[in-house]
C-alpha cells in the first residue's frame, strides 16, 4: 500500500489507542480503581482464575507488585485468594465475576449499546475486513511484546 493511502489509518488506530485508554481511566475512576487495574481485571474475567505467578507472567508485573495488586482487587471483594490443593506455596486467585460485571457492566451499559449500533451499521463484508484487520494487529502486538519481554533480546 502506498504511504499517503495508510498514513491516515495508521493516525486513527493512534487515536482510536489513546481515546481508549482516556475512556477506560474515565471507567476506572467511577468503579474506584485505577485505569491498569481495571484492565488486569479484564484478564481475571479473560482468563478466569490463575496462580499469582500466572498473572504476573501475563501482566508483566512483578511478584511483589501483583501481590498489592491482588490485595486492592481483594480489599474490594473482586477476587479471593485460595491456596492450590497441589502445592499451598501456590496462591490461585480467583475473579468474583459476579461481584466485577456488577461493578463495571453499568459503566459500560451506554457505551455497549451504542457500540451494537455502530457494528450494526455495516455490511458483512466491512465487519469482516474489521475483524481482520484487529485479528492482525493483535498478533502483530503480541510478537512485539514477546520479543521486548524476552529477556535474551
Do not use: C, W
Not at 502506498?2 to 489513546?18: F, G, H, I, N, W
Amino acid at each position: 500500500m502506498k504511504e499517503d493511502v495508510t498514513r491516515p489509518v495508521r493516525k486513527l488506530s493512534q487515536l482510536y489507542a489513546y481515546t481508549a485508554i482516556q475512556m477506560h481511566e474515565a471507567v476506572a475512576r467511577k468503579a474506584g480503581l485505577s485505569g491498569t487495574d481495571h484492565k488486569y481485571l479484564g484478564f481475571l474475567i479473560e482468563k478466569g482464575q490463575m496462580t499469582a505467578g500466572e498473572l504476573s507472567n501475563l501482566t508483566g508485573l512483578t511478584t511483589g507488585a501483583v501481590t498489592g495488586l491482588i490485595d486492592r482487587f481483594e480489599k474490594k471483594k473482586l477476587v479471593k485468594r485460595k491456596f492450590a490443593p497441589d502445592d499451598r506455596r501456590k496462591v490461585i486467585i480467583e475473579p468474583d465475576t459476579a461481584a466485577i460485571m456488577a461493578l463495571l457492566v453499568p459503566l459500560y451499559q451506554e457505551f455497549r449499546s451504542e457500540s451494537e449500533k455502530l457494528m450494526a451499521s455495516f455490511s458483512t463484508t466491512e465487519l469482516k475486513t474489521i475483524e481482520t484487520y484487529f485479528s492482525k494487529a493483535i498478533n502483530l502486538m503480541n510478537e512485539t511484546t514477546r520479543q521486548l519481554n524476552n529477556k535474551d533480546l
